[in-house]
């Protein structure tokens, strides 16, 4: 039988969970893995093998925190040998100028930091972790007198986005090539958050504002991606590019997933890389197939003309907010439960509250 599936374009290892910081948006999932659960390097190196032979161009190492597995300069190296490019996401707080030297020797491509806020008390604030922001600034600085190709990354929300231009100037001023100003979605950790983080139409409305001028101002230096929040938009995001379509996430743990917070999902069993291949699991895993393409779609999704462009939107999003991951997105206007988006807005506190840190002493929290 003819294979008709493309392989996908990037593979995302999220090399662990841990991590310094305590982001109250966390996109990782609400139980997290203990690092005697996670890939060993024999098996990680295996995976990137399997990878580059199935046609995956990009290499996302991430997390948590990736610098702090012992052998990332390693699996950085068996890309580069692989000949895939590799970016590292990482907050930076680890990221010093000797590792960034080991790690451009390896091969790395590119580096993504991600940023709090630009004002410093407010970003160790929400990133919970002192400090964390000047340094942040020094390992980008570093980044660039590496020779490293940077993007910087500032997730934005009802706390920080008063920031926003001075976040433009410090992706400026670092000479960064690229910087992602992302609202919050409210997936994993984020959710049970929502109210501490989710703008206001009119703040949201002055954001856009702001990167729109930054864009005409910047042009040709600085690339400034967008990405707008679902709960004010009339239709979703084409989350991941669509459901096993360009990307595959492999957990600390060894599950492969379609999208970094599919594992919440009830009823799907994700296989683990330990047990198949990255290529069987891409081509035949249930899971992968069971939201690819259109033929899962309900009403209003199956006659619509947008089902190849955002792909239904977020299965996440509609898992979380309706327990049925075959629903329509409901941050959709035209999904039949859209209304619950519409309440989450219209509930939103005129005072933000404290937000709810992980605390990683909770057992609930943590999973073999
Ligand atoms: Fe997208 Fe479905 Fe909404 Fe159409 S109905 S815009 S395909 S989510
Ligand atoms: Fe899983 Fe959107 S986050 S499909």
Not at 14 to 20: A, G, I
Not at 30 to 49: F, I, K, N, P, Y
Not at 85 to 112: F, K
Not at 289 to 317: H, K, L, N, V, Y
């Amino acid at each position: 039988m003819v294979n008709t599936i493309d392989p996908p374009m990037g593979l995302v290892a999220e090399l662990t969970h841990r991590c310094p910081l305590q982001c109250p948006y966390c996109a990782n999932p609400v139980a997290l893995h203990r690092s005697g659960a996670e890939l060993d390097t024999a098996t990680w190196r295996r995976v990137l093998h399997e990878a580059a032979a199935l046609g995956v161009l990009q290499l996302h190492l991430s997390g948590g925190e990736p610098t702090v597995r012992k052998d990332l300069v390693e699996l950085v190296r068996a890309a580069a040998a692989l000949g895939l490019y590799s970016n590292l996401i990482t907050s930076g707080v680890l990221l010093d100028a000797p590792l960034l030297q080991r790690l451009v020797q390896a091969g790395l491509d590119h580096v993504q930091i991600s940023l709090q806020d630009a004002d410093p008390g407010n970003a160790d604030r929400i990133g919970g972790f002192a400090g964390g922001h000047a340094r942040k600034l020094t390992a980008a600085r570093a980044a660039r007198q590496a020779g490293l190709a940077l993007t910087l990354n500032f997730v934005v929300h009802r706390q920080n986005l008063t920031q926003l231009p001075a976040m433009l100037d410090i992706a400026e001023v670092l000479g960064a090539g690229r910087v992602e100003i992302a609202h919050v979605q409210y997936h994993g950790w984020a959710l049970p958050n929502r109210d501490a983080l989710l703008p206001s139409r009119a703040e949201l409305d002055r954001a856009t504002a702001t990167v729109e001028a930054a864009r005409q101002r910047l042009k040709g230096r600085l690339v400034i991606d967008y990405v707008v929040p679902d709960y004010h938009a009339r239709r979703p995001k084409a989350c991941m590019g669509g459901w096993g379509r360009r990307f595959i996430t492999v957990t600390p743990a060894g599950k492969a997933l379609p999208c970094h917070v599919a594992e919440s999902l009830a009823g799907l069993a994700f296989p683990s890389v330990r047990e198949q291949s990255l290529a069987a699991i891409w081509h035949d895993a249930p899971a992968f197939a069971r939201f690819r393409g259109t033929s899962w779609m309900p009403e209003p999704c199956r006659s619509c003309d947008r089902r190849e462009i955002d792909w239904g939107g977020c299965r996440c999003q509609a898992f979380a907010l309706t327990g049925d991951a075959s629903r329509t997105d409901p941050a959709c206007e035209k999904s039949p439960d859209h209304a619950t988006i519409l309440a989450a807005v219209a509930a939103r506190s005129t005072t933000p509250p404290d937000f709810t840190y992980r605390r990683y002493t909770n057992a609930r929290e943590i999973v073999d």
